[in-house]
């Protein structure tokens, strides 16, 4: 018995890295999804019709979009999971806490905001993982 989970240990470092990779690369597709909803209007989203570029929206869109691919490719990816980790949780805090419930993200729809919020500061936490950039440096 010993002997199975000695074997199994030394796999368990590189299994980590690439789930860590995964959730970096799933993370930031979706975050991207929202920058583009916003700049480009793909996929359509009628409330970001006519959005200006420097608007809060418009920032966060920004911000999400160099943010995101920076942390999709993996290249300063700690640095910039910091970033959209605050980015988010001011998400949170300027456009769902207000609407009440503000211990309470299912009831505001801040669900979202916050787990990425949190994902985002994991990766700027332990890193990118296998795949990235930064592991190649």
């Known amino acids: 018995m010993s ?12 299994l980590a890295s690439h789930a860590q990779a995964l959730l970096r690369i799933v993370a930031s597709y979706v975050l991207l999804t929202h920058a583009s909803a916003k700049l480009f209007h793909v996929p359509h989203i009628a409330m970001f019709d006519g959005l200006p ?4 929206l418009g920032v966060a869109g920004i911000i999400e979009l160099v943010g995101g691919v920076l942390v999709l490719v993996g290249f ?3 640095a910039a999971a910091f970033v959209l980790s605050g980015e988010l949780a001011f998400a ?6 207000p609407g009440g419930n503000f211990l309470l993200p ?3 729809q ?8 949190f994902i985002f500061l994991f ?11 930064d592991a190649r440096r």
């Open 53 to 56: 570029l420097f608007s809060l």
């Open 3 to 14: 002997t199975q989970i000695r074997a199994a240990a030394p796999a368990t470092p590189a």
């Open 110 to 117: 801040g669900e979202p905001a916050v787990l990425m919020s």
């Open 92 to 97: 949170y805090f300027i456009g769902h806490a």
């Open 123 to 133: 990766i700027a936490a332990a890193g990118p993982g296998a795949w990235s950039i």
């Open 106 to 108: 299912l009831l505001n």
């Open 76 to 78: 300063f990816a700690r």
